[in-house]
């Protein structure tokens, strides 16, 4: 796992298994963005058993079976979609693939995990929509800034037990870095990634949902812009949003590709969570100038100050809560309302966005 480079950056957890071998099993299809790893290793780490992996491009696949040996290569999707042990199947591919991918798994009878952002326009989402109603299966997004963080984790814990009461705003930063050297065609074409506020600002408003209690938010304003790559004209390497809840609680928000290359990771992201009796802020991956390591949560409420270090403390619990949701046909780990509202608002955000900057 490559701290530098946020594509493959691949969390690794302890491994917490809520199902024996083989009793929950799944395959892997489409290997274009790296964050399949890490959805790998949570999935694995949870007990489910990995059968398939399937791409067209051999390399991938090669590089794939690298960290995952025991998963068997499939010569087609459909050797997949037929065998009755898979019920879920895991797919990272281009953005403005992954639902029509996600709908065809979901009429195979099996439940869908894509990378995010799983849409990248409103008539992909509405026709997954219809397609999860009429077949009963799941389309699960992977949400990696809040369910593959431990900082963020524990703060949404001490949400919960109330230690700064009610949530009335958050501020988040999403800086990346932008390794353009190695990063794939589809990367630069807006088409196919679908904004940077569709693609990276997803992770941002999946948290302000979660953090605020809120089930729907209202885009009051946004904008997007190409600062420092000319040579690539559809790109977005900046973007920022401003959303209110319905509770009230509002949300400002960054993202953008200008990580400093003296930076020790990908990105310093982090969120910074206001309550009606304390504050929050998670320090994800590096504390500046400080520590290298990441999952920093600041605590500040009436009872004082605290800092809590939680890297291999808290665990990934989505992961085994959403193969159990899976088995069970409930809605604990995350629902389907929630997120297909956390991509429809990145949409929305997208489509409403002023070019500030060419």
Same mark, same amino acid.
């Given at each position: 796992m490559s701290k530098q480079d946020?594509?493959?950056?691949?969390?690794?957890?302890?491994?917490?298994?809520?199902v024996d071998e083989g009793e929950f099993t799944f395959g892997v299809a489409a290997l274009d963005h790296g964050h399949i790893n890490g959805m790998t290793n949570g999935l694995v780490e949870a007990g489910a058993t990995l059968k398939w992996v399937?791409?067209?491009?051999?390399?991938?696949?090669?590089?794939?079976?690298?960290?995952?040996?025991?998963?068997?290569?499939?010569?087609?999707?459909?050797?997949?979609?037929?065998?009755?042990?898979?019920?879920?199947?895991?797919?990272?591919?281009?953005p403005n693939e992954r639902s029509a991918l996600g709908n065809r798994v979901m009429k195979a009878g099996k439940d869908y995990f894509s990378d995010k952002t799983a849409f990248t326009t409103m008539e992909q989402l509405d026709?997954?929509?219809?397609?999860?109603?009429?077949?009963?299966?799941?389309?699960?997004?992977?949400?990696?800034?809040?369910?593959h963080v431990e900082g963020a984790?524990?703060?949404?814990?001490l949400i919960e037990d109330g230690m700064i009461g009610d949530v009335i705003q958050i501020t988040g930063f999403g800086p990346h870095r932008l390794n353009k050297e190695s990063r794939p065609d589809w990367f630069f074409n807006k088409e196919q990634y679908g904004g940077i506020l569709c693609d990276i600002g997803s992770h941002q408003i999946e948290q302000?949902?979660?953090?605020? &209690?809120?089930?729907?938010?209202?885009?009051?304003?946004?904008?997007?812009?190409?600062?420092?790559?000319p040579d690539k004209p559809e790109l977005e390497d900046?973007?920022?949003?401003?959303?209110?809840?319905?509770?009230?609680?509002?949300?400002?928000? =960054?993202?953008?590709w200008f990580t400093p290359d003296g930076l020790s990771t990908w990105g310093d992201g982090r969120m910074f969570i206001t309550g009606t009796k304390g504050t929050i802020e998670v320090r994800k991956y590096v504390d500046v100038a400080?520590?290298?390591?990441?999952?920093?949560?600041?605590?500040?409420?009436?009872?004082?100050?605290?800092?809590?270090?939680?890297? &291999?403390?808290?665990g990934f619990p989505f992961f085994g809560e959403m193969i159990k949701d899976c088995i069970d046909r409930t809605e604990n780990a995350?629902?389907?309302?929630?997120?297909? =509202?956390?991509?429809?608002?990145?949409?929305?955000?997208?489509?409403?966005?002023?070019?500030? =900057?060419?």
């Open positions: 946020g594509m493959n950056y691949a969390p690794k957890g302890k491994v917490n298994r809520v399937y791409d067209p491009d051999p390399e991938k696949v090669k590089e794939y079976r690298e960290q995952f040996p025991q998963a068997e290569v499939a010569e087609s999707i459909d050797q997949i979609l037929d065998d009755p042990e898979v019920k879920l199947v895991a797919a990272a591919a281009i026709e997954t929509k219809k397609v999860v109603k009429e077949t009963g299966q799941k389309f699960w997004v992977y949400f990696s800034e809040r369910l984790i524990f703060a949404g814990q302000f949902l979660t953090f605020t &209690g809120n089930k729907d938010a209202e885009i009051l304003h946004s904008k997007v812009g190409n600062y420092a790559n900046y973007g920022d949003a401003t959303l209110v809840g319905e509770n009230g609680a509002t949300f400002i928000f =960054k993202v953008d400080k520590e290298e390591s990441g999952d920093h949560v600041y605590l500040v409420n009436e009872e004082g100050e605290k800092h809590y270090h939680v890297s &291999g403390e808290v995350m629902t389907q309302e929630h997120i297909f =509202k956390a991509q429809e608002l990145c949409i929305l955000a997208q489509e409403k966005a002023i070019r500030v =900057k060419n």
